[in-house]
């Protein structure tokens, strides 16, 4: 809605035109005589109401609908260009109803792009609302599309490798959770929660992480599928840890909650990391058996999906003197898709597992 800092003749005008009154009906309205609606009519942008009656025109614009609102501000538009200076007191202070529309169309454009690893896009497309408005005169619809938008933001950093810091995933994720805080919405709170355990996995405090996890995995404010992928999480977090059968055991546990949801998707990730659980375990012929199950289940359209899964199997194949040549090209493919998607975080991982498997020849297959 647009706002008004000093009234002229001539966005007193506007305001008449775009209520549909004549000057004696807009008198009425406004309850001051004919003679002064007269005298803004004719001198316009060379006259200005009372300080009382610029109050009395602020009202008026307030209690207007958003149709009157539009009308007011292109006929404003129009006829300041006409007259020097004359549009710089009005600005618009929040989303119009089709904004809104329009900004829950983007957001869903923006999970498209992340899906995609089109950073570049989906940063457009955020910064296009998150700057335009100040939050704090959003009203409840406008403040959850705004933390919504700040939430896909953390999504975006964190993708990009951007765990902590002043402009991170970190920051993002708070800063959501504050606003779904103060808008009294459980579920998204409890998300935000979840996607701030795993900046904590990200950042290597891997047992804070999988405390966090555990709690989640049995809070009523998650879905069923939110629930299972945390305890999905704690299983890679102990694995990172070294807690490889433990943490087999919980992944199993995951699994079949993906599959009693029927999530392929989830259902293939997990396999993913009960793959790297088994190789952590040195137990090769079982993660073999597993990523096998996930590289021919698993969605392949994504590029950060691609990459996880060949860096996984890249690690694996390493830890057999007998594959490490593939496993070697399998993850120079995976550095190479990381690098053309800017996947910061994944190239660090690849570096990672060809540092660690350095040297002697890792476990054998049992």
Do not use: C
């Amino acid at each position: 809605m647009a706002t008004v800092h000093h009234w002229t003749g001539l966005e007193a005008r506007a305001l008449r035109l775009a209520l549909r009154f004549s000057v004696r009906a807009f008198a009425e309205h406004l309850g001051v005589a004919v003679a002064t609606v007269s005298k803004w009519e004719s001198k316009r942008a060379e006259t200005e109401p009372r300080p009382d009656t610029q109050a009395i025109l602020d009202t008026a614009l307030g209690r207007a609908d958003a149709h009157a609102h539009l009308r007011f501000e292109t006929l404003l538009s129009e006829m300041a260009g006409t007259v020097q200076g004359a549009g710089r007191r009005v600005t618009a202070v929040g989303p119009r109803a089709w904004e809104y529309e329009s900004w829950a169309d983007d957001l869903d454009r923006v999970v498209v792009a992340l899906s995609r690893q089109n950073f570049v896009f989906a940063d457009s497309l955020l910064s296009r609302w998150l700057v335009r408005f100040n939050a704090q005169r959003l009203d409840e619809k406008g403040l959850y599309l705004f933390a919504r938008s700040t939430a896909l933001l953390g999504d975006l950093k964190r993708d990009q490798g951007v765990v902590l810091g002043p402009l991170s995933a970190q920051h993002s994720y708070v800063g959501a959770r504050a606003v779904f805080t103060q808008l009294d919405i459980p579920r998204r709170v409890a998300q935000l929660d979840l996607s701030l355990a795993v900046i904590t996995e990200m950042s290597g405090r891997l047992e804070v992480a999988a405390r966090h996890y555990e709690t989640l995995a049995v809070d009523d404010r998650l879905s069923r599928r939110d629930r299972a992928r945390a305890r999905l999480w704690v299983g890679t977090a102990l694995s990172k840890n070294g807690r490889h059968d433990y943490a087999t055991r919980v992944m199993r546990a995951a699994t079949r909650d993906f599959e009693d949801l029927t999530e392929p998707d989830d259902w293939s990730v997990a396999h993913q990391k009960l793959a790297l659980a088994r190789r952590g375990a040195g137990d090769l012929t079982q993660a073999l058996y597993f990523i096998d199950i996930a590289r021919s289940s698993g969605a392949t359209d994504s590029p950060m999906q691609r990459v996880r899964l060949d860096t996984a199997h890249g690690h694996i194949l390493l830890s057999d003197a007998a594959t490490r040549d593939d496993g070697h090209h399998v993850l120079d493919r995976a550095t190479r898709a990381a690098a053309q998607y800017g996947l910061v975080h994944q190239l660090r991982s690849i570096e990672g597992v060809k540092a660690m498997n350095e040297g002697p020849t890792g476990p054998r297959r049992r």
